[in-house]
């Protein structure tokens, strides 16, 4: 929207537009959409097919890619200026580190610690219903 | 068209640009209020996959897809409507908003039969008829309870968005053209939509096949 200024009113709105009209005017926004379903419904169907341990970078990945889709085109960061790609960047950035710092710890830990932990106080506390 | 220009900006053109980039900056921290939970989320299925598995085959399908699809749909009216709005065409911008609005009062209704399945089921953490088993299939259920419901209060919240912004369009109070209110209120609309678009997989599709 940078170097875009704001037109003042067009002409009068005409009445009644055809249909073909409107598909012609929002073309760019049918696509994404279409784009967006298709997404979804091959996440869909991806997660009812045996691939075992590939489901989560599947549908990971392909949410992802309906997230680039509606950042770009729907929230227009592809044309934004730099500045606010950076807010919008700022925002992934920290989530990254919260995510690395994080896992850091718990993918780190000698594997059964957890459990045995929960066992030592369950062995302590009377039994839970 | 001076008159929508705050006394602190120079012209137009630079209240626009500060209005997108304090949404934006929102947005950041919408993003880490989310991300939290995905990350608590990640951690426990990292911890307890085979019962992450077991309590995500219990959530509503059909109901969690419908509904991503309503949202999707829901995106693309209301990216069509920042058009129509920055083109001054009030009638369509008032359509597409309308079309908005129903889409997501849908995702809603759907949620709560959802819920009130979920309920009918006892598949809430804390129930004494709880049916799954290992005990951390409680664990998914408190976040599915937590992550869908903070979803739905920012649907609910951006849909009171879209109705005041409907009314003031209906009214005429503010001019159109030169305004970046529906362009604001959309780009927080489809940081719920993208929200969902994770949430979706992480609830609903796992342990499917």
């Given amino acids: 929207m940078s170097a875009r200024p704001h037109k003042a009113a067009s002409a009068a709105e005409p009445r009644e537009k055809t249909l073909r009209a409107w598909l012609r005017e929002f073309r760019a926004e049918l696509i994404v959409w279409l784009a967006l379903m298709l997404l979804a419904a091959a996440t869909f169907v991806l997660a009812y097919l045996p691939l075992g341990p590939f489901h989560p970078l599947t549908s990971m990945g392909i949410a992802v890619a309906k997230a680039l889709v509606v950042a770009l085109f729907f929230m227009h960061l592809k044309r934004e200026s730099a500045t606010i790609r950076l807010a919008a960047a700022a925002g992934l950035v920290f989530l990254g580190v919260l995510f690395t710092l994080t896992l850091a710890d718990y993918l780190s830990r000698p594997p059964g610690v957890e459990l045995d932990a929960v066992r030592a106080t369950r062995a302590q506390t009377p039994q839970q219903p | ?209």
Wanted: net charge neutral; hydrophobic share 50%.
């Fill in chain 2, 1 to 209: 068209m001076s008159s929508t220009v705050a006394g602190h900006f120079h012209d137009h053109r630079q209240q626009s640009r500060a209005n997108t980039l304090g949404l934006w900056i929102f947005l950041a921290t919408e993003v880490l209020f989310f991300g939290a939970l995905f990350a608590a989320y990640l951690i426990y299925r990292v911890l307890y996959p085979q019962a992450f598995e077991t309590a995500a085959r219990e959530t509503e399908i059909a109901i969690g897809t419908l509904n991503t699809a309503l949202l999707l749909t829901s995106s693309a009216s209301v990216a069509m409507a920042v058009k129509t709005a920055r083109l001054g065409q009030r009638r369509a911008t008032m359509v597409l908003l309308g079309v908005t609005l129903a889409l997501g009062l849908g995702f809603l209704a759907a949620k709560g039969f959802e819920y009130h399945s979920d309920l009918t089921k006892h598949l809430w953490p804390g129930s004494a008829d709880f049916p799954l088993d290992p005990p951390q299939t409680r664990i998914f259920w408190a976040l599915y309870w937590i992550m869908t419901g903070i979803h739905a209060v920012h649907v609910t919240a951006g849909l009171g968005l879209w109705a005041v912004i409907l009314t003031m369009i209906a009214r005429r109070s503010f001019p159109l053209e030169s305004s970046d209110k529906v362009e604001i209120a959309g780009l927080y609309w489809h940081l719920v939509d993208l929200v969902w678009i994770f949430l979706w997989p992480i609830l609903y599709l796992v342990g499917r096949s």
